[in-house]
């Protein structure tokens, strides 16, 4: 780990003497985090997190191999999928086509165990073909593709190959088995305030609402029959448990045939696996078993957080059409 800090600190500190500025003055303006924390990290007192390396890389338009002086290859711990020359559509295919990638492995792998903890709905493992172009035009429109104000959801058009794709993505991930999932307790509030923010901006007018929301409707129904019977929509076992505080960031960690494997998203074009690397695995496997000892079993259970759960989940749902609807961001 000290090699890692070492690596880190060492590229902020070549960059700042280039442009002849304190080191320090960087951290402080990536993070917004004071100078003594700041000097803290230069001298290595603080170790870096893997996030913090992500979003450091980020800045000085690195991939981490780079800035980590890491060889390239099957082996390499940190491998994102972010061509800069690429298009955001072809940055988006090219997520789900590593999506499937990786989960062909898994599906061909003997011993398996996924553990997860997300705190965005990842539709693009799930059957829903409306949800699911939103959270294409989501992406592209967070890219600078498109403006919400000008644009209206059904001028989007999904190419066959892009729709291909989700179909493949959601039936390998309805195979996959052995797999504990931790949610945020703001999980679906997250899409509702998504879809609010969308509709008042008239990028999806009242006919699209209703589309959505009875998709939403479904996916509530398939969420429940989950918890009470602990089979995910194609029959595999899947667990749950309901996390009392907001959860930083999506994270799954994989461990196949020998093989682990951390995957977490800082931004949603740029999601990193960190392979094989024992310390960094281990910090990160430690995290996700403290957040499910801090948090409650939902699966095969009555337990009135699962009912409250769903009650509030539905009412928002309900609520998403009412003529007199609030929006609390406005």
């Given at each position: 780990m000290?090699?890692?800090?070492?690596?880190?600190?060492?590229?902020?500190?070549?960059?700042?003497?280039?442009?002849?500025?304190?080191?320090?003055s960087y951290l402080t303006r990536i993070f917004d985090m004071s100078k003594e924390t700041a000097y803290r990290r230069i001298r290595n007192q603080i170790p870096f997190s893997v996030e913090e390396a992500v979003v450091i890389a980020k800045y000085f338009?690195?991939?981490?191999?780079?800035?980590?002086d890491l060889k390239c290859g099957t082996n390499s711990p940190f491998n994102r999928s972010l061509d800069i020359e690429q298009t955001p559509v072809d940055i988006y295919s090219g997520l789900l086509k590593d999506d499937i990638d990786f989960m062909e492995n898994l599906l061909s792998a003997k011993d398996v165990k996924i553990t997860a903890a997300i705190n965005r709905i990842p539709f693009r493992f799930l059957p829903y073909k409306s949800l699911f172009k939103l959270e294409y035009c989501n992406y592209i429109h967070s890219a600078g593709k498109i403006q919400a104000v000008n644009t209206h959801y059904s001028d989007i058009e999904l190419s066959p190959a892009l729709n291909e794709l989700h179909n493949k993505s959601v039936s390998y991930?309805?195979?996959?088995?052995?797999?504990?999932?931790?949610?945020?307790n703001v999980l679906y509030s997250n899409i509702i305030k998504k879809i609010q923010y969308y509709h008042r901006l008239r990028f999806l007018s009242n006919e699209d609402l209703k589309v959505l929301q009875s998709e939403l409707f479904e996916m509530l129904e398939m969420y429940?029959?989950?918890?009470?019977?602990?089979?995910?929509?194609g029959g595999s076992d899947w667990t749950f448990y309901y996390s009392f505080f907001n959860l930083e960031s999506n994270l799954a960690y994989f461990e196949y045939d020998g093989e682990s494997v951390l995957q977490f998203w800082i931004y949603p074009e740029s999601p990193v696996l960190i392979r094989n690397n024992r310390q960094m695995n281990d910090i990160q496997k430690r995290w996700i078993e403290s957040k499910i000892r801090n948090s409650m079993s939902i699966t095969k259970t009555?337990?009135?957080?699962?009912?409250e759960m769903l009650r509030t989940v539905y009412q928002q749902i309900s609520d998403l059409t009412k003529p007199d609807i609030k929006y609390d961001f406005f």
């Amino acid at each position: 780990m000290q090699n890692f800090n070492a690596k880190i600190i060492s590229e902020i500190v070549k960059r700042s003497q280039k442009k002849e500025k304190n080191p320090v003055s960087y951290l402080t303006r990536i993070f917004d985090m004071s100078k003594e924390t700041a000097y803290r990290r230069i001298r290595n007192q603080i170790p870096f997190s893997v996030e913090e390396a992500v979003v450091i890389a980020k800045y000085f338009n690195l991939s981490l191999d780079e800035m980590l002086d890491l060889k390239c290859g099957t082996n390499s711990p940190f491998n994102r999928s972010l061509d800069i020359e690429q298009t955001p559509v072809d940055i988006y295919s090219g997520l789900l086509k590593d999506d499937i990638d990786f989960m062909e492995n898994l599906l061909s792998a003997k011993d398996v165990k996924i553990t997860a903890a997300i705190n965005r709905i990842p539709f693009r493992f799930l059957p829903y073909k409306s949800l699911f172009k939103l959270e294409y035009c989501n992406y592209i429109h967070s890219a600078g593709k498109i403006q919400a104000v000008n644009t209206h959801y059904s001028d989007i058009e999904l190419s066959p190959a892009l729709n291909e794709l989700h179909n493949k993505s959601v039936s390998y991930c309805s195979r996959l088995n052995n797999l504990t999932c931790i949610v945020d307790n703001v999980l679906y509030s997250n899409i509702i305030k998504k879809i609010q923010y969308y509709h008042r901006l008239r990028f999806l007018s009242n006919e699209d609402l209703k589309v959505l929301q009875s998709e939403l409707f479904e996916m509530l129904e398939m969420y429940e029959n989950l918890l009470r019977s602990g089979k995910n929509y194609g029959g595999s076992d899947w667990t749950f448990y309901y996390s009392f505080f907001n959860l930083e960031s999506n994270l799954a960690y994989f461990e196949y045939d020998g093989e682990s494997v951390l995957q977490f998203w800082i931004y949603p074009e740029s999601p990193v696996l960190i392979r094989n690397n024992r310390q960094m695995n281990d910090i990160q496997k430690r995290w996700i078993e403290s957040k499910i000892r801090n948090s409650m079993s939902i699966t095969k259970t009555t337990d009135i957080y699962q009912i409250e759960m769903l009650r509030t989940v539905y009412q928002q749902i309900s609520d998403l059409t009412k003529p007199d609807i609030k929006y609390d961001f406005f």
